[in-house]
């Protein structure tokens, strides 16, 4: 038998035995009101962080036309502080950005163009999460940035799980799975009194092979101390003002990829 045989029928009876103990442990772990119960505690949670930094690693899925599936990966850092100042880093392959909220302009600098583009009249976060998808770009994770999380993620849910615990960076995770009409999508709180995000998970299920957007959040700290210089824009030597239309050049992918889902 060929080894890559083996690897298959391996990896085959490990999902198997996984499958198993999940359907064995589904009564007692997989309740959809204590999952509901847990966002809700994490979203109380968060609402009450004024000040919050983190650093994330995301991964990015696309389809070829010929059905073959590509993953792009990005890391970045994250400083909050409610309700109207933001400072959002990423950077891949393809980008370097850098996302600010000062309270009244948003500025979303793309540090390997040297060109930046401003939106004044941006009041909060909120108000900034929804502008930017109306303009088809997303800040990752941007649901968990909301002021009210719960409300938000649980709008179209139509089945939610507590599939039980997991380990994420060493700290121990509830893990929650909920399913809505075209995504399902997974998160792993972590355990105790502060249920802070650790793990988010997107599955597409409209577009066949089920891509997935994947964010894994580290580092997270609350009541940090925060110069307010922090949130104003130091645009580099020779940075050029662009059209807001220039945004969709700032994504996680080369211009030469598949659109997502494609």
């Known amino acids: 038998m060929s080894g890559s045989r083996r690897t298959f029928l391996g990896l085959a009876f490990a999902i198997s035995a ?22 809700k505690a994490m979203s109380d949670y968060l609402a009450t962080q004024k000040t919050i930094s983190a650093a994330f690693d995301s991964a990015l899925e696309v389809m070829t036309p010929q059905g073959e599936k590509i993953q ?5 850092t994250l400083l909050l502080q409610r309700p109207n100042e933001i400072r959002l880093t990423r950077t891949g392959g393809y980008a370097d950005v850098e996302l600010l909220l000062d309270g009244k302009t948003a500025t979303l600098y793309g540090k390997n163009l040297n060109s930046y583009v401003q939106l004044d009249g941006i009041g909060s976060v909120d108000q900034l999460i929804d502008t930017l998808r109306d303009r088809g770009m997303t800040i990752p994770g941007a649901d ?11 709008a179209d849910v139509i089945e939610a799980k507590h599939i039980g615990l997991g380990v994420i960076n060493g700290v121990e995770c509830e893990h929650l799975a909920f399913r809505n009409q075209d995504v399902d999508w997974q998160l792993w709180v972590q355990v105790g009194a502060k249920p802070i995000p650790c793990k988010y998970v997107i599955t597409s299920k409209a577009v066949g092979m089920a ?14 101390p925060v110069d307010q210089t922090a949130f104003a824009f130091k645009p580099a030597e020779g940075a050029k003002k662009v059209e807001p239309s220039a945004l969709a050049t700032l994504d996680e992918l080369p211009p030469s990829a598949p659109a997502k889902g494609q």
């Open 211 to 224: 891509p997935q957007y994947t964010l894994v959040i580290r580092d997270w700290k609350t009541d940090v």
């Open 144 to 154: 968990l940035l909301l002021g009210n999380v719960f409300e938000t993620l649980s």
């Open 72 to 76: 792009f990966n990005s890391s970045g």
């Open 18 to 39: 996984a499958l198993m103990v999940l359907a064995g442990s589904r009564g007692a772990r997989a309740a959809g009101d204590d999952a509901s119960q847990i966002l």
